[in-house]
């Protein structure tokens, strides 16, 4: 199958956070988990400048995001839909599911991109670029808790 290539950083920044260096993809598709990004030039359905989410947790599988407020959100049992407020520089998405796998993207945004994230229904999808991501479980989580921000949407169904 398929496989993203590219490079990410693993150093250490200063006081010992994970530094993400950014890398290119050449080559995405869908796994086992069901993880399924689209490299950029793939439309997607949004507004200029936009970037919609819809995170939460659903059959096992848990999306949570820090870096930014969602305006407008609409919620239902397990979900939260809406947009990005304005003002964001860089987000942090960590996918997981009950098994203890993770996964942690992060997104900033780009006028031009046209990203397509998406995850067991879940997504990230508008006017951004991937810069790095980590598929190693722990240091996904490691990486993930090591951002401060109060924005942790979804922290409550961790």
Not at 5 to 19: I, K, P, V
Not at 85 to 92: D, E, K, L, M, S
Request: glycine share 12%.
């Amino acid at each position: 199958m398929p496989r993203a290539s590219g490079t990410q950083g693993e150093g250490r920044g200063a006081q010992g956070q994970l530094d993400f260096s950014a890398h290119h993809i050449t080559n995405l598709s869908a796994n086992a988990e069901g993880l399924v990004m689209y490299p950029c030039g793939v439309t997607a359905n949004h507004d200029q400048g936009r970037v919609e989410v819809r995170i939460g947790h659903e059959a096992g599988k848990h999306v949570r995001i820090k870096g930014a407020q969602i305006e407008a959100p609409t919620p239902d049992e397990h979900t939260l839909t809406g947009a990005l407020a304005a003002g964001w520089t860089r987000i942090f998405v960590l996918s997981y599911w009950d098994n203890g796998n993770a996964r942690l993207f992060v997104f900033e945004p780009d006028p031009a991109g046209q990203l397509a994230w998406s995850f067991a229904g879940f997504y990230v999808r508008g006017s951004a670029r991937e810069v790095s991501h980590e598929n190693n479980p722990k240091r996904a989580r490691a990486a993930f808790d090591a951002v401060e921000d109060a924005s942790d949407v979804g922290a409550s169904e961790a």
